[in-house]
């Protein structure tokens, strides 16, 4: 399973890149707002800081404008994935983007039937929004289950699914178990995810009895 990270902030994307368990960044025009950046500098400097995949979503809604957005963040790096709302002229954007070459996230997938559209348009990642599912008592990961079932049934389908929209991580474990390619998770549920009380008090422990030993393992 893949993690990206879903923020514009890149003082918190370098600091979890450091772990080395970052494989890539998703942005929208929320994160970057909340940002308070200019789009185009913090997407230069994020795609520096992870190789892998770093979602940068157009603004417009008509195919045209989309299509010249997404050229102009594509050729901020090579990294770039331009994201694109699942949409009659999303779709029909992510089809012609996807020809040249250019990696696609097609983003606010509500539906099966949304994620096999965006399947059909040779999207690389279609992310379904679970949490947003969840916040309206509809079973979020109950989607992903059925688009990954879908998706199986379909080896030539090559879309990978982006568990977005992620709460908590339950989430995370819950899409890993119906194994769901990658989740994209705010800054705050990937360090949740370190978390386990039982290994704060098992490591006191063991430091603590090692200290009795008089012992270091660099020598004296
Ligand atoms: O980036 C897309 C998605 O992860 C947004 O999540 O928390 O705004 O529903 P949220």
Redesign the pocket.
Known sequence: MKFFV?TADIAEIRDLAETGLVDGV???P??VAKSGRKFTEVLAEICEVVPGPV?A?VAATDFATMMKEAWRLARIADNITV?VPLTRDGLKACRALTKDGIKVNV??CFSPAQAILAAKAGATFV?P?I??LD?VSIDGMALIADICAIFRRYPAFTTEVLV????HPRHVVEAAKIGAHVV???PKVLRQLFDHPLTDKGLAAFLADWKKTGQSILGD
């Open positions: 879903d998703t942005t929208n929320s994160l979602s979503e994201k983003t606010l992310s929004f949490g947003r916040d977005a929209s992620v709460r994209t998770v705010p």
